[in-house]
């Protein structure tokens, strides 16, 4: 009787122990499971935060070194490079406050950069190109100025400056803007070229401002 007593407590000790390492090898593939599911969540976190830091480095580009607009005119090329600066900033604030003969100051971005292979006619203001070097398109900084209750444009020399770095010795032109408020709010500084028979019109929006400066072709 005591034999078979040792043999059946031999038995349920062989079963305890094999019950405990299946449940242990159960709760091992749980663990690697839940381990993998992590790591795959983590992965698609780290990806999508990458993302989202790409996009705001690419806003943040935008806003520093611009977008770029360009005119055809057969071979020739006219183009206008500028930062996207929004609205809800200090910059666009000061519109409403800038005194007579202020000019704007763009504190996060270049300043709004013309390029042309065409010598162009603002008014009587001829533009040049090749005002750097011979055979080299004319390269302008663009500056709005307040003059009385209206805006005139200025064409300066120190293209390749930020928008606050304005050196009154680079003044080469400055030209009546048409201005007007617009119901539509442009909620970054935007520029365009828009073409016509004789030349084309450059337009600058920025929130409810909008500023035009016709130009023709100088023959």
Not at 30 to 56: C, I, M, P, T, V
Not at 69 to 75: I, L
Not at 78 to 104: F, Q, R
Not at 144 to 155: T, Y
Request: aromatic residues 10%; charged residues 30%.
């Amino acid at each position: 009787m005591r034999f078979v007593w040792l043999i059946a407590l031999f038995v349920c000790s062989v079963a305890c122990v094999s019950f405990d390492a299946v449940a242990q090898e159960g709760q091992k593939g749980g663990d690697s499971a839940e381990a993998a599911e992590n790591s795959e969540s983590e992965a698609e976190a780290a990806e999508e935060s990458e993302s989202e830091e790409e996009a705001a480095r690419a806003r943040r580009r935008r806003m520093r070194m611009g977008n770029v607009v360009k005119m055809e005119v057969g071979d020739k090329t006219i183009a206008v490079s500028y930062g996207e600066t929004p609205t809800d900033g200090p910059d666009y604030l000061t519109l409403a406050t800038i005194e007579d003969g202020d000019l704007v100051k763009l504190t996060k971005s270049i300043v709004t950069k013309l390029k042309t292979d065409l010598d162009l006619k603002f008014g009587d203001a001829v533009i040049k190109s090749g005002n750097v070097a011979k055979d080299y398109p004319g390269v302008y900084g663009l500056w709005l100025k307040r003059v009385d209750d209206g805006w005139h444009l200025v064409f300066n020399e120190y293209a390749d400056v930020w928008g606050t770095q304005h050196f009154p010795d680079g003044d080469v032109a400055e030209v009546p803007l048409a201005h007007a408020k617009t119901d539509e709010t442009i909620e970054k500084y935007t520029v365009k070229l828009e073409e016509a028979d004789d030349g084309g019109t450059l337009l600058i929006s920025w929130g409810d401002y909008q500023w035009t400066a016709a130009f023709t072709i100088a023959q």
